[in-house]
T-cell receptor, first 111, second 117 residues
């Protein structure tokens, strides 16, 4: 079956760097998306990796390694407003395959 | 652009009643998704439309759930009859894709928080 696994919770300190990992088992994998969701809010798109390597967008970066079936989201210079849940997703529907999201990682930031 | 619009934002209903959730996707987007989110099950895709046609409804829990997209600017998700276990936040999302595939970037509406008592 298809699945994306990520830790349920991660804690980090304000100003630090944190990495949220995502491992996947999907057939015909195309790429990995990342979404952020604040409490009571809707998921918002952060990044997408179609190719192996690092994609950087400001304080956030995302990495993909197809050979390891693994990706991560890297958040730098953490701010309190980064406290949220982060989801990895296999977002592109292939024939007869589902669009799936991981269960999400809750990021707690300590002052 | 106003983004994806959902209504109502909150719905409280009694078991057995019919519930209709509404969604207006972003203008120009050709893919529309209905998701359900709970603490236990996370974010689940219920159904996906492309160019107003249902492509994948395998996530719809059972026959009590139905979804329609009569035109490019409107979709409904109906639950009849509703049950307490349907309590969740229901999100609608839209994107623009080609060749029958959705884009990797989906735009979510604010969600409808449904409580069935």
């Amino acid at each position: 079956g298809q699945s994306l696994e990520q830790p349920s919770e991660v804690t980090a300190v304000e100003g630090a760097i944190v990495q949220i990992n995502c491992t996947y088992q999907t057939s015909g994998f195309y790429g990995l998306s990342w979404y952020q969701q604040h409490d009571g809010g809707a998921p918002t798109f952060l990044s997408y990796n179609a190719l192996d390597g690092l994609e950087e967008t400001g304080r956030f970066s995302s990495f993909l390694s197809r050979s390891d079936s693994y990706g991560y989201l890297l958040l730098q210079e953490l701010q309190m407003k980064d406290s949220a849940s982060y989801f990895c997703a296999d977002p592109l529907r292939r024939r007869d395959d589902k669009i799936i999201f991981g269960k999400g990682t809750r990021l707690h930031i300590l002052p | 652009d106003a983004g994806v619009i959902q209504s109502p934002r909150h719905e409280v209903t009694e078991m057995g009643q019919e519930v209709t959730l509404r969604c207006k996707p972003i203008s120009g987007h050709n893919s529309l998704f209905w998701y359900r989110q709970t603490m236990m099950r996370g974010l689940e895709l219920l159904i996906y439309f492309n160019n107003n046609v249902p492509i994948d409804d395998s996530g719809m829990p059972e026959d009590r759930f139905s979804a329609k997209m009569p035109n490019a600017s409107f979709s409904t998700l109906k639950i009849q009859p509703s049950e307490p276990r349907d309590s969740a936040v229901y999100f609608c999302a839209s994107s623009f894709g080609t060749s029958g595939r959705s884009s990797y970037e989906q735009y979510f509406g604010p969600g409808t928080r449904l409580t069935v008592t």
